[in-house]
Nanobody, 121 residues
Framework: QVQLVESGGGLVQPGGSLRLSCAAS????????MGWYRQAPGEERELVAR???????WYGDSVKGRFTISRDHTKNTVDLQMNSLRPEDTAVYYC???????????????WGQGTLVTVSS
């Protein structure tokens, strides 16, 4: 019932910046959490940043102080501003939402298709 569409991935030099965007569509009651995860080849998917409906956020340790998450509740979008990028930030970045399809439903996970971010000189 929830579709997540990402944009903004690409190639960037070390020390540079990139901004990812994700838009949610479909039929749902609320998006209680939205955020970003990433997965590098041969590694497990890890938390990048996540934000609740009340705008409480938390970040993975490796990105604290460099990345900033933001939500626009009127547009059902979530953005990730990535600064001071490092080669080890290279990964497929996935948009995430914890959605309530109905008011009486529990939360269900939704994932975007992923967008590749490559940090290289």
């Amino acid at each position: 019932q929830v579709q997540l569409v990402e944009s903004g991935g690409g190639l960037v030099q070390p020390g540079g910046s990139l901004r990812l965007s994700c838009a949610a569509s479909g039929s749902f009651y609320s998006l209680n959490h939205m955020g970003w995860y990433r997965q590098a080849p041969g590694e497990e998917r890890e938390l990048v940043a996540r934000m609740t409906l009340s705008d409480i956020s938390w970040y993975g340790d490796s990105v604290k102080g460099r990345f900033t998450i933001s939500r626009d509740h009127t547009k059902n979008t979530v953005d990730l501003q990535m600064n001071s990028l490092r080669p080890e930030d290279t990964a497929v970045y996935y948009c995430y939402a914890l959605a309530k399809i109905h008011w009486y439903s529990g939360g269900s996970d939704a994932w975007g298709q992923g967008t590749l971010v490559t940090v290289s000189s």
